[in-house]
């Protein structure tokens, strides 16, 4: 049970396209999602807290509008980086989880973006 | 503020050695959780523990076992006759209840790379 799916896993686009990711509960319902960037040999960064319905809320210092999330349905959030850039190439992971609010994280298999 | 250290950046061990992950962390919070996560090579973050901080009872799940010391705030993690299928990279993390135990706040991780 608990399973996160995650698409695509790897992507590589030109500077400038803008890349869509899923991330889907296929067995649960996910009352809040998130998501994670992680540098190579590095941590796990949250970027975004989405709840269903609401806007999401992002960390300091990712910019909004550059990473858009949707979190339409209690299974599904996206995250558009929009006109990307080199720099946005990273392994992106989502995670959900569901009530009550002590439940743990469940991560999908994350996604490799590289732009060129 | 808080914060989770894992000392250890990377361990290699022989196949059937017994290895332990060191996990200390911070936190102003009363009431909070902690994580182990595991990452294989393939990316995706597999879910091994969560404790909360009212129970500091020891847990083992077959080779592995999770000492949790308040006093000392640490919670170790120990894989007993390693394999090389356990070569991952091992994240530590804590949420504290005053955010809904949503925010996850990892540790650096640990590489464990299991010879055989």
């Known amino acids: 049970g608990a399973v996160v799916s995650q698409h695509p896993s790897w992507v590589i686009c030109k500077s400038g396209t803008s890349v869509k990711i899923e991330c889907r509960s296929l067995?649960?319902?996910?009352?809040?999602m998130f998501w994670y960037r992680q540098f190579p040999k590095q941590s796990l960064m949250l970027m975004a807290t989405?709840?269903?319905?609401?806007?999401?809320?992002?960390e300091q210092g990712v910019e909004k509008d550059k990473f858009l999330i949707n979190h339409a349905s209690l299974t599904l959030s996206t995250l558009t980086v929009t006109s990307a850039h080199p720099e946005d190439s990273s392994f992106y992971i989502c995670?959900?989880?569901?009530?009550?609010?002590?439940?743990?994280?469940?991560f999908g298999d994350g996604t490799r973006l590289s732009i060129l | 503020a808080q914060k989770v250290t894992q000392a250890q950046t990377e361990i290699s061990v022989v196949e059937k050695e017994d290895v332990t992950l060191d996990c200390v962390y911070e936190?102003?919070?009363?009431?909070?959780?902690l994580f182990w996560y595991k990452q294989p090579p393939s990316g995706e973050l597999v879910f091994l523990i969560r404790?909360?901080?009212?129970?500091?009872q020891n847990e083992i799940s077959g080779r592995y076992s999770w000492n949790f010391q308040k006093s000392t705030s640490s919670f170790n993690f120990t894989i007993t006759a390693s394999q090389v299928v356990d070569s991952a990279v091992y994240f530590c993390?804590?949420?504290?209840f005053g955010t809904g135990a949503n925010n996850l706040f990892f540790g650096t991780g640990t590489r464990l790379t299991v010879i055989p």
């Open positions: 995670s959900a989880k569901q009530r009550p609010s002590n439940q743990p994280q469940h």
């Open positions: 989405s709840n269903e319905g609401s806007k999401a809320t992002y």
């Open positions: 936190t102003r919070d009363t009431t909070y959780y």
């Open positions: 993390a804590l949420s504290e």
């Open positions: 404790r909360n901080s009212f129970d500091e």
């Open positions: 067995d649960f319902q996910a009352t809040t």
